[in-house]
């Protein structure tokens, strides 16, 4: 990969890759070429400025300004295609290789411009998995902005009341897992972070792991809360999953939430360089056979522990490395990593745990600092 000329078309603010590259927020589809090694960026005039300022590592083209060359050599019409080729003819670049999402109308276009595209497939900057320090920096300052979240979710169910028919009350009106995702979200926009699609699932709905949850929370019942916002400032992630009961768990409960605690702790103690992610993954799944719980369908419906046990974590909410039953990833020094087990019954609720860990040369390292209390 070093060695091959790179190109790209996308906007930063939704493209990994992008961002990891120029570092830079840009909303609207700009150019990226690697090459020889060295950043350019084709910039509309809106952009430019901006661009020669926060990012300094890259040689910023102008669009308009190639645009204008173009039609003055007869090029009626220039479009992105043709920018592209007048950059790389200018570097002498005959070939290119792009990302497996890159544009494939684009890409044909390039080819009638004789540009060779090679399209890489997997992972496009490979090193994106292995976190420097700066970067773990970033994920810790994304993953407390969650935690000022939860801890914000978690005092409103201290504070509500419970009433009729176990429905939680908070400031006298019903307490609903959209009105607590508010609060959440809330402060977590305060603290720095955006928060999209947070769950707070009560209940039976916390049986189905990414449904966000409606409707009245009650007492005595899991709500699972998961946690995962973008920080604003620099695009990474942080991740975090309780499981807590207003009021009395049930004891089939309690003895689900620590065994989902102890899966987790299974993992962490299997999680080293160059361990296997689907091993690790077959160590937890074996310890909840072990102790008597199952997985598989009951009457059309998975219960069990039937997600993976964990995913990388930075400039996407889940990227590279996969600990999962279907996982063909190693696990090296520098990834950092969700630890997420989870057992789903429909007669108990739901529980899932996770916290997020950096793996080091001595084993993984947790980041995640919030407590694990199963009653509030």
């Known amino acids: 990969m070093r060695g091959e000329n790179l190109l790209m078309v996308a906007d930063s603010d939704h493209d990994a890759n992008m961002l990891y590259a120029v570092r830079m927020f840009v909303p609207d589809p700009f150019v990226y070429l690697r090459l020889d090694g060295k950043c350019h960026v084709v910039m509309s005039d809106l952009e430019i400025d901006r661009a020669r300022a926060e990012a300094p590592h890259c040689r910023v083209v102008s669009l308009s300004q190639c645009q204008k060359t173009l039609k003055r050599d007869g090029v009626k019409k220039p479009t992105l295609a043709h920018v592209i080729r007048f950059v790389l003819q200018r570097k002498r670049v005959k070939k290119v290789t792009v990302p497996y999402g890159f544009p494939v109308g684009l890409a044909r276009e390039l080819a009638k ?3 060779k595209v090679k399209v890489k497939p997997g992972l496009f900057f490979p090193d994106r998995a292995l976190k420097s320090a700066e970067e773990v920096k970033k994920i810790s300052a994304a993953l407390m902005m969650a935690e000022v979240g939860l ?7 201290k504070n509500a009341k419970v009433g009729r028919k176990r429905r939680l009350m908070y400031h006298n009106v019903p307490l609903t897992s959209e009105k607590l995702r508010a609060i959440i979200d809330t402060a977590i926009l305060q603290a720095g972070g955006l928060a999209s ?7 039976r709905q916390g049986c189905d792991p990414h449904e966000r949850g409606h409707g009245q929370l009650r007492a005595n019942e899991p709500i699972i809360i998961d946690v995962f916002p973008r920080s604003q400032k620099t695009g990474y992630f942080g991740d975090i999953t309780r499981t807590v009961v207003k009021g009395r768990a049930s004891e089939g409960l309690r003895r689900v ?14 999680m080293r360089d160059k361990a296997d992610g689907r091993e690790v993954h077959q160590k937890v799944q074996e310890f909840f056979i072990k102790e008597g719980f199952k997985t598989g369908k009951l009457d059309g419906r998975m219960q069990g522990f039937f997600h993976g046990t964990g995913h990388g974590v930075g400039m996407e909410i889940h990227e590279a490395p ?4 279907n996982s063909t990833d190693t696990l090296s020094r520098g990834h950092v990593i969700t630890v997420e087990p989870g057992l789903y019954y429909l007669e108990l609720g739901g529980v899932r ?7 080091t040369r001595n084993g993984p390292r ?3 600092k919030f407590e694990k209390v199963l009653e509030v």
């Open 113 to 115: 411009l004789r540009v």
């Open 151 to 157: 801890a914000e979710g978690i005092q409103a169910l």
């Open 197 to 203: 699609h947070t769950i707070v699932a009560g209940g």
């Open 257 to 270: 939430y620590h065994t989902v605690a102890r899966g987790q702790e299974v993992a962490l103690e299997n």
């Open 322 to 325: 996969r600990m999962g039953p």
């Open 353 to 359: 745990l996770e916290d997020m860990a950096l793996l």
């Open 366 to 368: 947790n980041l995640t």
